[in-house]
């Protein structure tokens, strides 16, 4: 038990759906040194290197008018062995007796890692399954075939040890749902899947069983928020429950946010109220194709008013002036077209990259002194490097050959051996949104 002590195998029937803690108590046979309380800084000073450093177990404890100092476990009864000669010379010159010492700890000591180990079958124990996302307070598995015997001894470890965990989920089947949504079974703990989860600097509220989320993305929710500018506008056309909306609301972003699955579009609109933005963000529920057609036309409307932001009420109490609060009013402008489409359903995005067809025709005269919209669609490919395939795929869709330098590509992570993502980033071409529809 040289550095940590260790847990032998203990047998548990698979299947089972109770763990015995008593199973994991386990008693060490230590040494100790027996010395008056002065004497413990010394002590530690002089003997540091011999005394017992174990993670989690202090090596002082009181017995009666003196204190005991454990030692390394090697170190014997009569001191012969186990010691440095400048901890033995300590020992003899300070007349220290060493005295026997029974360290017992309990389930409470023993790490998530620690257990399983014991409690698994050997042989696969160097990829133990004590990995999960937390999504607020759940904890989100995808176990492999073979622990599966063992899913409720696994998923009561997980919550037993992560305090800020109450439920253990285990996926049951593939995303491949048209909301990008999974089965699951409950392993361990409450049957609750109403979660909070922060990122962004925003609270997003939401049930886990009923709508898409995975805390994998926070980069490049991130990463395409600092791409959008105060006052400009973007049309997130598959917008889940807003983590790139409301981060963008938060830095007055407009933007337009729609979700076909109705959870999805409930935990919106209550996200864009949690964080305040409901100035900025207006949230829908279409199809997306039809969404980047209408949310046009519908921006155009919104266009004829703007977004009058008042300072936060303390503010106004401390001015305590009528003038105070108009002059630190701010006017925000709504512009008449989207400077950003940002669409996140990798799977099938790109197939709705036709709607853009036509979707500003006659419409040319709202760009005179404005960029042509960026399009941020996020995709899937088997191939390295990709940009062909994707390229292929922009053109089958939209029905325009993009030129490679016209197509930035970034890598956002790797989904499955052969399977990465990217977000595409292009600028919608004249002929394909001034076109007919
Ligand atoms: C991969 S999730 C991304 C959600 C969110 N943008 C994010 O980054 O977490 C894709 C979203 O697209 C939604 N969705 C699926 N089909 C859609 C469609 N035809 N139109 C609009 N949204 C759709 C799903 O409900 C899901 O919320």
């Known amino acids: ?46 003997c540091r290197k011999d005394l017992l450093e174990l993670p989690r177990v202090k090596h002082v404890y009181q017995d009666e008018d003196r204190k005991l100092v454990l030692l390394n476990q090697k170190a014997t ?14 020992i003899k010159e300070n007349n220290v007796k060493l005295v026997p010492f029974k360290l017992t700890v309990d389930y409470d000591y023993w790490r998530a890692e620690d257990i399983l180990d014991a409690i698994l079958p050997p042989g696969q124990k160097e ?22 015997p063992y899913k409720y001894l696994i998923g009561q470890v997980i919550l037993d ?27 361990a703990g409450d049957p609750n899947f109403m979660v909070v989860q922060s990122e962004s600097n925003c609270k997003f509220r939401f049930d886990f069983s009923k709508v898409y989320w995975n805390s994998r993305l926070s ?23 807003g983590p ?17 699955n109705p959870s999805s579009y409930e935990s919106l609109v209550d996200n ?47 001015g305590n002036s009528k003038d105070t609060a108009s002059s630190s009013k701010r006017v925000i402008g709504i512009p008449p077209v989207f400077s950003h489409y940002v669409m996140n359903l990798p799977g099938s995005a790109l197939e709705f990259l036709d709607a853009f067809n036509g979707c500003y025709e006659g419409k040319e005269h709202l760009f005179e002194n404005r960029s042509l919209p960026k399009v941020h669609v996020h995709c899937f490919s ?16 939209m029905g325009y050959r993009l030129q490679p330098e016209e197509l930035s590509l970034h890598y956002v992570r790797k989904v499955a051996p052969k399977k990465d993502m990217y977000c595409c980033t292009f600028i919608l071409p004249k002929s394909v949104i001034f076109g007919k529809k």
């Open 219 to 241: 980069t490049e929710h991130d990463r395409l928020v600092s791409q959008f500018q105060e006052g400009e506008a973007v049309c997130d056309v598959m917008a889940g429950v």
């Open 382 to 397: 088997r191939y390295d490097p990709p940009d062909e395939d994707i390229l292929n795929r922009i053109e089958a869709s």
């Open 272 to 318: 864009v109220q949690i964080n305040k933005v409901g100035d900025f963000v207006k949230a829908y529920n279409q199809d997306g194709r039809h969404f980047i057609r209408s949310s046009a036309e519908e921006l155009l409307r919104f266009s004829k008013q703007e977004i009058i932001e008042l300072p936060p009420p303390k503010k106004l109490a401390k």
């Open 244 to 260: 790139f909306a409301c981060p963008a609301g938060k830095k007055r972003v407009i933007v337009f946010a729609n979700d076909l």
């Open 77 to 90: 009864l009569d001191g012969t062995e186990g010691l440095s000669e400048t901890t033995k010379s300590f």
């Open 127 to 148: 990829e133990h399954p004590s990995g999960f996302t937390a999504v607020g307070h759940i904890a989100h598995m995808n176990l492999r075939e073979e622990w599966l």
């Open 161 to 187: 040890k992560n305090p800020s965990i109450k439920t253990v989920v285990n996926k049951t089947d593939s995303i491949d749902t048209k909301y990008r949504t999974f089965q699951m079974e409950v392993l």
């Open 1 to 46: 038990m040289e550095g940590e002590l260790r847990l032998d195998p203990i047998k548990m029937s698979p299947f089972s759906k109770a763990i015995d803690k008593n199973l994991f108590k386990k008693s060490f046979d230590l040494v100790a040194a027996r010395v008056l309380p002065q004497k413990v800084g010394i002590l530690n000073k002089i």
